[in-house]
């Protein structure tokens, strides 16, 4: 039984460079959500997919952000021209049903 | 914003103690979720209470969801070290059949004492 996946674990950028992360659900989940965190927060929601729709998105996601999931299975998450603001760990979760949601360990991206 | 706020925010007590964390909110929600997030991971999910008044018991630890599922608990008895993390709550707003976003709040930090 494998949980969501996530990679890279970790990312290390320049600043101004163009980043792309994956998630891999669990599979059979037909809901997909990407979540960011900062130290001392609980994480803020980004973007959910139902299938391959992008259902809703948030405030917090710049024209810079991009995410898909184009077979409704994997999603990418792209980051252009990175920020040192951009800093944070970035997480993705499934849920197959109404009530619950499993999360990846994240990937921590760094932007120096 | 912060739809919910959790309290208190740090915790440090020495092993056998007891402890609550509080989870309130203006809004209502469908069902509360906990999670435990280790430093460097991802939130593990606990438990998900959908009807409001539920209790829910996993070993030690008791999970309320209040009468108005505005607001929720976590109780703790006789903390061990490794209970050590941070508690997240999660609030979900359903739509229609399936689980919308999560609204999180920003956690408790628990450190157990040997």
């Known amino acids: 039984d494998t949980g969501v996946s996530q990679n890279p674990r970790h990312k290390i950028t320049k600043r101004g460079q163009n980043v792309t992360f994956r998630c891999d659900p669990i599979s059979e989940h037909n809901r997909l959500y990407w979540y960011r965190q900062t130290l001392g927060q609980g994480p803020e929601f980004l973007t959910y997919f139902q299938n391959e729709a992008q259902l809703e998105k948030s405030r917090l996601l710049s024209d810079r952000f991009s995410a898909e999931r184009p077979k409704g299975s994997f999603s990418t998450l792209e980051i252009q021209r990175t920020e040192q603001g951009d800093s944070a760990m970035y997480l993705c979760?499934?849920?197959?049903?109404?009530?619950?949601?499993?999360f990846g360990q994240g990937t921590r991206l760094t932007v120096v | 914003t912060q739809l919910l706020e959790q309290s208190p925010q740090f915790l440090s007590i020495q092993e056998g103690e007891n402890l609550t964390v509080y989870c309130n909110s203006s809004s209502v929600f469908s069902s509360l979720q906990w999670y435990r997030q280790e430093p460097g991971e991802g939130p593990v999910l606990l438990v998900t209470v959908v009807t409001g008044g539920e209790v829910k018991k996993l070993k030690r630890l008791t999970f309320q969801f209040g009468d108005a599922r505005k607001d929720s608990s976590l109780h703790i008895t006789a903390a061990q070290p490794g209970d050590t993390g941070l508690y997240l709550c999660?609030?979900?707003?359903?739509?229609?059949?399936?689980?919308?976003?999560?609204?999180f709040g920003r956690g408790t930090q628990l450190t157990v004492w040997p």
């Open positions: 979760a499934s849920s197959p049903r109404n009530t619950e949601a499993f």
């Open positions: 999660a609030g979900a707003r359903r739509r229609g059949s399936t689980l919308g976003r999560l609204y």
